[in-house]
């Protein structure tokens, strides 16, 4: 690695993370890009407005969408350990509507499944997720679907999968 790529890693490893999170391997190659990349992956997944287990669930939605095993693995880790239901991540799993809690889970499933699957949130979809989650919550939703996408993409196109020690789960 050249010096600049070696402290960009450093930077990251100093973080919240703690270590070099997975796309880094690929973006370290443009390490401006990896810089930014990864301290925007800090603010999306550790600073905002939405408790882990939304933030998780988009998480999950969008490996889902890309079929992003690595992603996804270490998602269904994290939504675990936040506190969502076990039925909710294998009816993602499977592609089927999950069992959703309450408004803001219903929210989240709804506003991400359609920016995903149509590429747009309808008026009363976007009304419905204002009063669920505020404005600010939903920017960070935007933000972190957007975000995972990109990252979902990297680890697809640049093939940074699971360790041995795991099997993909997604068909």
């Known amino acids: 690695m050249t010096p600049e790529q070696r402290e960009v890693c450093a930077e990251a490893a100093a973080g919240i993370r703690g270590r070099v999170p997975a796309p880094m391997t690929a973006w370290v190659q443009s390490p401006e890009f990896a810089r930014r990349g990864q301290r925007l992956g800090e603010v999306l997944r550790y600073q905002t407005?939405?408790?882990?287990?939304?933030?998780?669930?988009a998480i999950l939605i969008t490996a889902r969408y890309w079929t992003s095993h690595y992603e996804w693995t270490v998602h269904k880790r994290e939504g675990l350990k936040a506190g969502m239901d076990p039925a909710t991540i294998e009816a993602i799993a499977a592609r089927r509507p999950p069992p959703l809690r309450d408004a803001q889970e219903r929210a989240v499933y709804a506003i991400s499944t359609s920016l995903l699957e149509t590429r747009e949130v309808p008026e009363a979809l976007y009304a419905e997720g204002v009063a669920a989650l505020g404005e600010?919550?939903?920017?960070?939703?935007?933000?972190?679907?957007?975000?995972?996408?990109?990252?979902?993409?990297?680890?697809n196109t640049f093939q940074i999968g699971l360790p041995e020690a795991f099997a993909p789960e997604l068909a």
């Open 49 to 57: 407005t939405l408790p882990p287990t939304l933030s998780e669930l």
């Open 136 to 155: 600010r919550g939903m920017v960070e939703l935007v933000g972190i679907l957007g975000y995972y996408g990109m990252v979902s993409m990297t680890l």
